[in-house]
């Protein structure tokens, strides 16, 4: 079993930075890949940013690209998405999540372990 706690949202206004962090604990042996997820109400569940633990390769919604990064840092057992130029468009409840061998990472079908959620609203 993975537990995940998600931390760091909030309310900033367009162009600010936020920075989440998932803290993960627990049997993380067959996790291979973390992502952050975000959903907007009446709006699926998207793939923002996502992160192989084995080798580091991250994967970036287009929208996101250039201004989001995932990272990890193993010895906090974290990780990290730091979110810049923020817009209105980012808002929605933010997710991490955790998975094992995935064919696409931005995809939140084989996501396995989820935390509870943060929520991130950007305002005008």
């Known amino acids: 079993q993975v537990q995940l706690v998600e931390s760091g949202g909030g309310s900033v206004q367009a162009g600010g930075s936020l920075r989440l962090s998932c803290v993960t604990s627990g049997d993380t042996s067959r996790s291979e890949y973390m992502g952050w997820f975000r959903q907007a109400p009446g709006k699926k569940r998207e793939g923002v940013a996502a992160?192989?633990?084995?080798?580091?390769?991250?994967y970036y919604l287009d929208s996101v690209e250039g201004r989001f990064t995932i990272s990890r840092d193993t010895a906090k057992n974290t990780v990290n998405l730091q979110m810049n130029s923020l817009e209105p468009e980012d808002t929605g409840t933010y997710y991490c999540?955790?998975?094992?061998?995935?064919?696409?990472?931005?995809?939140?079908?084989?996501?396995?372990?989820w935390g509870q959620g943060t929520q991130v609203t950007v305002s005008y």
């Open positions: 992160i192989k633990l084995g080798g580091g390769a991250t």
């Open positions: 999540a955790a998975a094992g061998d995935l064919l696409y990472p931005l995809s939140p079908n084989r996501y396995n372990y």
